[in-house]
């Protein structure tokens, strides 16, 4: 299913705050707020039924199916990447939503790119995602970009979402930094 089998049904119940209930200040175009995303656990709970789609949790950082469409635009925004406690414990940006006067609902993400760090090295067994509206995409490594959000609604918000294998508390906690997302749509 995904990297996150093995932490059982307890992770995909962890409570987080509702998609709607972490907005980040945005944009306002034509008076209609950017599409919210889902949460981590929200998304993982769709497991008997996963959505159709590239990249639904999966890695997938290759061109998107049947070649990519002209970009007419592109915006980028970061936000604080979370700090990590414990591990076996989903942790949650705040949304990232798209700024600029150019995206509209209408508009469909082509690509995709991200980078998020943290103030010091991640432990073995960290596993990051970003997730908009409609799935989650498994991140390969601390920055790159993907074509999983092709096709879906531009106007749409984005979160990080990261978790460290095992349980039990970090010594110290991982200090997070910045998350960005660059996103091409057209």
Aim: hydrophobic share 45%; net charge positive; proline share 6%.
């Amino acid at each position: 299913m995904s990297d996150l089998a093995g932490f059982g049904s307890g992770l995909r119940r962890l409570l987080f705050c509702g998609a709607a209930g972490w907005l980040a200040p945005a944009a306002v175009f034509a008076g209609e707020p950017p599409v919210a995303a889902i949460s981590l656990s929200t998304y993982m709970g769709r497991a008997e039924n996963p959505p159709a789609g590239p990249g639904a949790v999966r890695l997938d950082s290759g061109a998107a199916a049947g070649g990519q469409g002209r970009v007419a635009g592109s915006w980028s925004a970061s936000v604080s990447t979370p700090a990590l406690f414990y591990r076996g414990v989903a942790y949650q940006s705040v949304q990232v939503a798209p700024v600029g006067s150019g995206v509209s609902s209408g508009s469909r993400t082509r690509r995709v790119g991200w980078r998020y760090s943290f103030l010091t090295a991640p432990p073995a067994g960290i596993h990051a995602y970003l997730c908009n509206y409609a799935r989650c995409a498994a991140l390969s490594g601390a920055s790159g970009s993907t074509a999983a959000f092709d096709g879906d609604n531009g106007w749409s918000n984005f979160v990080f979402a990261f978790v460290i294998g095992g349980r039990g508390a970090l010594a110290p906690a991982l200090q997070g930094a910045a998350s960005q997302v660059m996103v091409s749509y057209e």
